[in-house]
C-alpha cells in the first residue's frame, strides 16, 4: 500500500496537497485565519477532519434552506450529508484532511461568494 503525491496549489487561502493511496483520494487543506473553503455541496456523504485550528462551519440543506452555523474547534470529525452546502471559515489558522473516491461538487453560490469575498 503507497501514498502517492498528485500535486500541490497554494493561494492566500493556504496550501492544499493532493495525494492518492489505492483508489482513495486524500487532501490535506489548510485555511489561513480569516479565509474560507468549501462554497459547495457534494452528492454522497463526506466527512472533513479538523486536524488543527478553529472554525466556523456553516452547512445549509440545499432543499430546505435550513441552515446552522458552529464554532468547532480541533481535533474534530465533522460529517456532511449529502447534497448539504458546506463553507469553512478558518478563525485561527486551520488544518483539515479529507478521504473520498469519485470526488465531485456543486457550487452554491450563497456560499462561494462568501469564499470570493474573504478572497479581496
Same mark, same amino acid.
Given at each position: &500500500?503507497?501514498? +502517492?503525491?498528485?500535486?500541490?496549489?497554494?493561494?492566500?487561502?493556504?496550501?492544499?496537497?493532493?495525494? =492518492?493511496?489505492?483508489? =482513495?483520494?486524500?487532501?490535506?487543506?489548510?485555511?489561513?485565519?480569516?479565509?474560507?473553503?468549501?462554497? *459547495?455541496? *457534494?452528492?454522497?456523504?463526506?466527512?472533513?477532519?479538523?486536524?488543527?485550528?478553529?472554525?466556523?462551519?456553516?452547512?445549509?440543506?440545499? !432543499?430546505? !434552506?435550513?441552515? =446552522?452555523?458552529?464554532?468547532?474547534?480541533? #481535533?474534530?470529525?465533522?460529517?456532511?450529508?449529502?447534497?448539504?452546502?458546506?463553507?469553512?471559515?478558518?478563525? +485561527?489558522?486551520?488544518?483539515?484532511? +479529507?478521504?473520498?473516491?469519485?470526488?465531485?461538487?456543486?457550487?452554491? #453560490?450563497?456560499?462561494?461568494?462568501?469564499?470570493?469575498?474573504? &478572497?479581496?
Amino acid at each position: &500500500m503507497s501514498l +502517492e503525491f498528485e500535486k500541490y496549489i497554494e493561494d492566500k487561502r493556504g496550501k492544499i496537497i493532493f495525494l =492518492k493511496q489505492d483508489h =482513495k483520494n486524500i487532501n490535506l487543506i489548510e485555511i489561513k485565519k480569516g479565509f474560507a473553503r468549501g462554497g *459547495h455541496f *457534494h452528492q454522497t456523504d463526506t466527512s472533513h477532519f479538523l486536524i488543527s485550528g478553529k472554525i466556523e462551519y456553516r452547512v445549509e440543506n440545499i !432543499r430546505t !434552506r435550513q441552515e =446552522k452555523i458552529s464554532i468547532i474547534s480541533s #481535533p474534530q470529525i465533522i460529517f456532511v450529508s449529502a447534497k448539504t452546502a458546506h463553507l469553512l471559515i478558518a478563525l +485561527e489558522d486551520s488544518l483539515f484532511f +479529507e478521504v473520498f473516491e469519485n470526488y465531485e461538487d456543486t457550487v452554491y #453560490p450563497k456560499y462561494r461568494k462568501i469564499v470570493e469575498n474573504l &478572497m479581496k
